[in-house]
T-cell receptor
Framework: EDQVTQSPEALRLQEGESSSLNCSYT??????LFWYRQDPGKGPEFLFT???AGEEKEKERLKATLTKKESFLHITAPKPEDSATYLC???????????FGAGTRLAVHP | GAVVSQHPSWVICKSGTSVKIECRSL??????MFWYRQFPKQSLMLMAT?????????EQGVEKDKFLINHASLTLSTLTVTSAHPEDSSFYIC??????????FGPGTRLTVT
C-alpha cells in the first residue's frame, strides 16, 4: 500500500537555527514528490516538485532533496514567518492522485 | 500564475440544507480538479477527482449522492453538500492540476452546519 510518513510531527526552532524535515515514502512507481506549505485556515501553497532521485530544488531559505526512499526539506536560518505546517505528498505511478503525509508543524521563535 | 480561487471562503448553514462551493482556476486551464476535506490538525483527505465533462471519481467511503461534483469547464468545478449535517462541518479545499501533475490549491472553504 502506498504510504507517506513525515517526521517530526512538530518542530520548534529558534530564529536562525537550521534544520531538516523528513518525508519517507513507499509508493509504486513514483511520478513526483511534492512539498507544500500550509498556514492555519488556508489552502496548501505549492513549494517544490521533485521527479527523480538526486534532484534538488531551492527557494529562498528552503531546499528540497530526493532519494529513492525519502525527501528532505532543509530550512536554513529560518525566520518566524517560516512558521507553518509543511506537507509532503507523493504521486504514484498507478494513480493520478497525491498521497499526503500528516505534515510537520514548524514553529520558529525569535 | 497558477491561482485557484474558492467561493465562499466560509459558510454557515442549517442542518438539512444544501451548500454549493465553487472552485475556479483563474489563470490556467485545469485538466483535472480535486476535492479534499481537512479536519483540525489533520492532513488532507481526498474526496473525489473530476475531469472536465466527465463524472467524478469518488474515493472509497465518500458518498457520491451526498457530495455532488460538477466539472462544467476547464476552469470551474463545484461541490454541493446535500442535506448537510453537523458531521459534514469541515474545511473543504479544491485543487486544480495541469498535465504536469502539479496541483495548485484553493484557499479553502470553512463549512459549519448548525
Amino acid at each position: 500500500e502506498d504510504q507517506v510518513t513525515q517526521s517530526p510531527e512538530a518542530l520548534r526552532l529558534q530564529e536562525g537555527e537550521s534544520s531538516s524535515l523528513n518525508c519517507s515514502y513507499t509508493v509504486s512507481g513514483l511520478r513526483g514528490l511534492f512539498w507544500y506549505r500550509q498556514d492555519p485556515g488556508k489552502g496548501p501553497e505549492f513549494l517544490f516538485t521533485l521527479y527523480s532521485a538526486g534532484e534538488e530544488k531551492e527557494k529562498e531559505r528552503l531546499k528540497a532533496t530526493l532519494t529513492k526512499k525519502e525527501s528532505f526539506l532543509h530550512i536554513t536560518a529560518p525566520k518566524p514567518e517560516d512558521s507553518a505546517t509543511y506537507l509532503c505528498a507523493a504521486l504514484s505511478g498507478g494513480y493520478n492522485k497525491l498521497i499526503f503525509g500528516a505534515g510537520t508543524r514548524l514553529a520558529v521563535h525569535p | 500564475g497558477a491561482v485557484v480561487s474558492q467561493h465562499p471562503s466560509w459558510v454557515i448553514c442549517k442542518s438539512g440544507t444544501s451548500v454549493k462551493i465553487e472552485c475556479r482556476s483563474l489563470d490556467f486551464q485545469a485538466t483535472t480538479m480535486f476535492w479534499y476535506r481537512q479536519f483540525p490538525k489533520q492532513s488532507l483527505m481526498l474526496m473525489a477527482t473530476s475531469n472536465e465533462g466527465s463524472k467524478a471519481t469518488y474515493e472509497q467511503g465518500v458518498e457520491k449522492d451526498k457530495f455532488l461534483i460538477n466539472h462544467a469547464s476547464l476552469t470551474l468545478s463545484t461541490l454541493t453538500v446535500t442535506s448537510a449535517h453537523p458531521e459534514d462541518s469541515s474545511f473543504y479545499i479544491c485543487s486544480a492540476s495541469t498535465s504536469s501533475y502539479e496541483q495548485y490549491f484553493g484557499p479553502g472553504t470553512r463549512l459549519t452546519v448548525t
